[in-house]
Nanobody
Framework: QARLVESGGGLVQAGDSLTLSCVAY????????IGWFRQAPGKEAEFVAA???????YYADSMLGRFTISRVIAEDTVYLQLNSLKSEDTAVYSC??????????????????WGQGTQVSVSS
């Protein structure tokens, strides 16, 4: 079982960009579909984006056009590019791995393994 580790979070200003990374220790991401979820204080976790093993991307409607998910096989890393950040994007962003590949926009229940998350804070 791979251990997922996220990195790249931080404190930025509104309008800035961040790139989050998800890697696996003790395994390889290429075996899994990978998703990103976020959870803001006092709110439920919400789906952000996901990429299937074949490379098909899925996005939450509210984030389409600002966020981009990508899988770099040579690096065995999945990235989430966050552009034009807003204060409401402040949350803990977590990556998750699904052993069954994705064929539609996923939900939390589709994923089997989760990382601890990385904090993204956007000041207005």
């Amino acid at each position: 079982q791979a251990r997922l580790v996220e990195s790249g979070g931080g404190l930025v200003q509104a309008g800035d960009s961040l790139t989050l990374s998800c890697v696996a220790y003790g395994g390889t991401l290429s075996r899994y579909a990978i998703g990103w979820f976020r959870q803001a204080p006092g709110k439920e976790a919400e789906f952000v984006a996901a990429v299937s093993r074949a490379g098909r991307a899925y996005y939450a409607d509210s984030m389409l056009g600002r966020f981009t998910i990508s899988r770099v096989i040579a690096e065995d890393t999945v990235y989430l590019q966050l552009n034009s950040l807003k204060s409401e994007d402040t949350a803990v962003y977590s990556c998750a791995a699904a052993t069954i590949d994705l064929y539609k926009r996923p939900s939390r229940g589709d994923f089997d393994y989760w990382g601890q998350g990385t904090q993204v804070s956007v000041s207005s």
